[in-house]
């Protein structure tokens, strides 16, 4: 898939807010801080189309970018980061369980990991959601170029385990090196049958 054009849509908290089209949508969720924005803003060849910060829970509003006039990229709010308020904490769960619920042209959703980090509670959680309602996705793990080759390969077999997933449906990414980007890329076309024609 080459990435042509890309538009910011429109942010929402709600249905009634949602974009009112009917394109393909893939949604992609992690922890806080993962590098969510660093991810897409890699796969979109944009530099600052979405907000990156240093600072973990910016992401508060689900986040809806339209690629090539033919497919949506959504970026849901980071879980997990205890200094927000539990207010809007509270408010994030729900929001989010909606969109996946309800969203109708969702296809698919990409679930990043800190290849650094063991799976945690929400990781598990938002996995047996998916398999639960049979939604195709994909695990991605972040910041692969903070480890040395060897690391990297230790720290894939190992999530792989905990999350009982097969080596094929996981991928090392960077945004730095872009290491990962062309395959995600792929993948999201072979999912949602989109193409760069």
Not at 1 to 21: C, D, G, L, R, W
Not at 24 to 50: C, H, W, Y
Not at 93 to 111: A, D, K, W
Not at 165 to 171: D, H, L, P, S, T
């Amino acid at each position: 898939m080459i990435i042509k054009t890309v538009n910011f849509v429109k942010s929402a908290v709600k249905s009634s807010q949602y974009p009112e089209y009917d394109f393909p949508e893939i949604a992609f969720a992690g922890r806080s801080n993962v590098g969510k924005s660093s991810l897409i803003n890699t796969l979109i060849q944009r530099k600052d189309m979405v907000k990156t910060s240093s600072k973990p829970g910016c992401t508060q509003l689900i986040n809806f970018f339209l690629i090539n006039e033919i497919l949506s990229f959504v970026d849901l709010p980071g879980f997990g980061y205890a200094r927000v308020s539990k207010k809007i904490r509270a408010q994030w769960q729900p929001m989010v369980e909606y969109y996946l619920s309800l969203r109708q042209n969702l296809l698919g959703l990409i679930l990043l990991i800190d290849i650094r980090r063991n799976p945690e509670k929400e990781e598990f959680e938002m996995v047996d959601w998916l398999e639960a309602h049979k939604m195709p996705y994909l695990v991605v793990l972040t910041k692969s170029d903070k480890l040395s080759k060897a690391k990297q390969v230790k720290r894939l077999l190992s999530i792989c385990s905990q999350l009982e997933r097969e080596k094929n449906g996981v991928i090392l990414f960077s945004s730095k090196t872009r290491k990962g980007r062309d395959v995600i890329l792929e993948e999201i076309e072979n999912l949602t049958g989109t193409c760069d024609d």
